[in-house]
């Protein structure tokens, strides 16, 4: 479950809420409740960012540069999936592999983004943006020199700026996501101690790794 509660039905009174509840699951359903969008995501992102119409609002506006951004939207969703990736939130880079494909895009050029700097599926301008969007996500925004060389020689300074702030969006859903543990990101953490078996006790394993120092 989110950390945060989901609002139901009967709560929303704001007009764009309900409208996504309606579009995304149908007037006759409980998102809160009723579990499940076309995706295959529980939709726990939507009641739960329903608790703040304020955020809601502004957050769905953030969507709509998709129809009024001129940048090709083939670029907008590889720098989202390599954010999601990069972030590690399964939520994001699973739902923008499915927009890729919707797009057309091979799937040999879906499952190499993971390992983007080994495959040889990119344009010059792709690898480029892959490796910006790294910069973005992965080292805060330092991009070397060389890179924006690149995105220069083929993409306009105002779609540049678009793939920067779009990318930058989902870095931060990404980032939400996983914090409030929402939709493929509702996870337990990985990372813990696993236990030592039966008798080990206040066992030294330093000293065992030591040795006698031969």
Not at 78 to 88: N, S, V
Not at 119 to 130: G, I, N, P, T, V
Not at 192 to 209: K, T
Request: one cysteine or more; a negative charge.
């Amino acid at each position: 479950m989110p950390r945060l509660r989901e609002v139901r039905r009967a709560e929303v009174s704001d007009d764009r809420i309900r409208y996504y509840y309606d579009r995304l699951f149908a007037p006759d359903r409980d998102p809160a409740v009723d579990h499940g969008t076309a995706t295959g995501s529980p939709g726990d992102w939507w009641t739960v960012f329903a608790l703040s119409p304020e955020v809601f609002r502004h957050a769905v506006r953030g969507f709509a540069l998709y129809r009024e951004a001129r940048l090709d939207p083939v670029l907008r969703e590889l720098g989202q999936c390599r954010a999601g990736w990069a972030r590690g939130s399964t939520f994001v880079f699973s739902q923008h592999c499915k927009q890729m494909r919707a797009l057309g895009v091979s799937e040999e050029r879906i499952q190499a983004i993971p390992h983007w700097q080994t495959a040889d599926c990119y344009s010059e301008l792709e690898r480029a943006l892959l490796a910006y969007t790294d910069g973005l996500v992965l080292d805060g925004g330092r991009v070397h020199d060389e890179i924006f060389t690149i995105l220069r020689a083929h993409l306009p300074d105002e779609e540049i700026l678009l793939f920067t702030y779009i990318t930058c969006m989902y870095d931060m859903h990404a980032t939400i996501s996983k914090a409030l543990r929402l939709e493929f990101d509702n996870r337990d953490e990985p990372v813990h101690e696993v236990a030592a078996p039966d008798g080990y006790g206040s066992r030294d394993i330093a000293d065992d790794l030591a040795g006698d120092g031969r």
